[in-house]
């Protein structure tokens, strides 16, 4: 084991959660494999589509959404498209319902780097869980958007779980945005660490069964130009 997977995991088993710059997170990653077609995994945050539930409670939020299995072997493969789901007890602003949002794209979901991703994300969470032989995998690509008259929410269910065992968020771009900072907390409130995601590849690891996290809103430093924040939310449940 290297001695970022090293620094990594002993973050997680220490205190819950890990902050990894992107220097560091471009090296677990390409220990994993390739980042090859990098622009346009990212340039796919383009065509995400609409999230209809949030826009019900008058929130705006794009996004994609794919299910992956890990087996005992390892081998990651991708499931039938499926509802994303999570109980009222993780997410009180949209819990209890089968939420179905469109599709990862295909090049996008079975392309170099977002294989590079789950398995980097599968070794360093079997690592933590090496009792753990079959994953669930759920992966989201989020674009929160944010305008001078209406600042963006990435996480609008406020301080939460996702009812998961595993969580990485990504960041793919920063676009003419302030704040979106992390922060992380035990289950009775306290503030145990914040950070902010600030370039691409700066990513944050979480053990969402021992701590909770939430996301600052986001408002644009130019509110006359677009703004945006993009991220990849990886989580993995033991099971599959």
């Known amino acids: 084991m290297d001695a970022d997977t090293r620094s990594a995991i002993d973050a997680l088993r220490r205190d819950g959660f890990g902050f990894v710059h992107a220097q560091t997170m471009r090296g677990l990653l390409e220990h994993c494999g390739t980042l090859q077609d990098w622009d346009a995994f990212a340039g796919s945050w383009n065509a995400l589509g609409p999230d209809p539930y949030l826009a019900q409670t008058g929130r705006r939020r794009l996004r994609r959404h794919g299910v992956y299995r890990a087996g005992a072997q390892g081998i990651i493969e ?8 999570q109980s009222s007890d993780y997410n009180r602003l949209q819990g209890d319902i089968e939420r179905w949002f469109e599709p990862i794209l295909p090049e996008v979901g079975n392309g170099a780097t977002m294989g590079t991703v789950l398995r980097c994300c599968h070794g360093l969470f079997t690592r933590l869980a090496p009792a753990v032989d079959s994953w669930r995998i759920e992966v989201h690509q989020f674009r929160i958007e944010a305008r001078a008259d209406e600042p963006g929410e990435p996480t609008p269910e406020g301080v939460h779980r996702d009812g998961v065992d595993y969580v990485l968020v990504l960041m793919v ?22 950070f902010t995601l600030a370039t691409a590849l700066d990513a944050a690891l979480v053990d969402d069964a021992r701590v909770h996290h939430g996301v600052t809103p986001v408002a644009p430093l130019d509110p006359a130009l677009p703004a945006w924040r993009d991220v990849l939310v990886v989580t993995f449940r033991a099971g599959g």
């Open 173 to 194: 771009e920063r676009r003419n945005i302030a704040s979106g900072t992390t922060t992380i907390h035990s289950p009775d409130g306290t503030l145990l660490g914040s």
């Open 78 to 85: 991708r499931a039938e498209h499926q509802p994303h789901y």
